[in-house]
């Protein structure tokens, strides 16, 4: 009986030792499924991110995706995700990251600016890194900022040359006037862009007015008034313009009212023009950087915020066609 009984605790014990809850990297690859984060740290060489993007649209989507691939590529099945989407709501990653402290995941990916703010706010502890996000000194409060943030965080950023975006405006419209800047008001990033491609807009000749809206429920109201008033308009890398590109255009096309816009998943929903970046590439980066962090091969503390290697103009063939509008050599056209 004793010995019965001893076999019987021997038999609960190891099975007990692993719950099966954990869904491996390559598991999930596999199934398409996404992966719960456990609490507690890493064991038996697992590590557990959270990924905590802001709004679902191809460009965070595609950083998200090449995230993923490159920490699966460096780690196989020795990574577990638990990916969250905050549709758009910027008190919702911050209830996503609080989660994230609560499960004490490894690392956090912050996809977007909104996202990254939560994740500041949320841990001093948890390595995170940003990516889709413009400008990490505006982002984060930071004066004079000399490219590496210190502390927990760094990441990659998806800013565009401004004054190259300027340029690519003024060499398809050079006998427009006015241009009016659309963005979101909420986002500071946004701001930051219009800011500066207003400068350069100006030094050519040209009148700018900004339209900013606060959500998606102005939006409409605001586009509106924009194309009424503008010959152009430019909308930058701008989440919430990105996830109601099919607005914008239904305003904007109508009215015979061109838009650069600055990245490829907006000019491909309602631009003519951008000079933009691959976002999946983008994640590629933010991935291996996190790989690193993971295997202690790097101090996040040292890292200095990375960009993307390369730019290219690229055009929106069927909305140029719509209106009429001829691009010259040295742009490529955005596949469907």
């Known amino acids: 009986m004793i010995l019965a009984g001893a076999m019987a605790l021997s038999v609960a014990g190891c099975s007990g030792s692993n719950s099966g809850n954990e869904t491996t990297a390559a598991q999930a690859g596999d199934s398409g499924t996404k992966t719960s984060v456990e609490s507690g740290s ?15 649209h191809d460009a965070l989507d595609a950083a998200t995706k090449g995230f993923m691939d490159a920490l699966k590529e460096e780690l196989g099945d020795g990574v577990v995700f638990d990916e969250q989407n905050a549709q758009g709501d910027s008190n919702t990653c911050s209830t996503i990251i609080n989660n994230f402290v609560s499960a004490d995941v490894d690392l956090i990916l912050a996809n977007a600016t909104p996202a990254l703010q939560a994740a500041q706010a949320g841990t001093n502890e948890i390595p995170i890194l940003g990516t889709s996000v413009t400008e990490y000194g505006v982002a984060l409060g930071i004066d004079n900022f000399n490219g590496t943030v210190g502390g927990n965080i760094s ?31 909420a986002e500071a990033n946004s701001q930051y862009q219009v800011d500066t491609v207003k400068a350069a807009l100006e030094g050519y000749g040209y009148t700018c007015e900004y339209y900013s809206f606060s959500d998606s429920n102005d939006l409409s109201t605001i586009c509106t008034k924009a194309a009424d008033e503008s010959d152009v308009i430019y909308v930058p890398t701008d989440n919430t313009a990105a996830a109601a590109t099919e607005i914008i255009d239904n305003i904007c096309r109508p009215a015979n009212v061109p838009i650069i816009a600055g990245e490829e998943g907006m000019c491909a929903g309602c631009g003519v023009a951008t000079l933009s970046i691959s976002y999946y590439d983008l994640g590629v980066g933010t991935g291996r950087m996190a790989a690193k962090i993971l ?16 730019f290219t103009k690229k055009y929106n063939k069927t909305i140029c066609d719509s209106l009429g509008i001829e691009i010259p050599d040295g742009f490529e056209a955005i596949e469907e």
């Open 295 to 310: 295997k202690g091969e790097a101090d996040i503390s040292q890292m200095p915020i990375e960009y993307a290697p390369q």
């Open 155 to 185: 990441g990659t950023s998806d800013l565009a040359p401004l004054d190259e975006q300027a340029a690519m405006l003024h060499e398809l419209f050079p006998d427009a006037k006015k241009v009016g800047l659309l963005y979101c008001s």
């Open 42 to 56: 890493s064991e038996g060489g697992t590590y557990k991110v959270g990924i905590c993007q802001l709004v679902q």
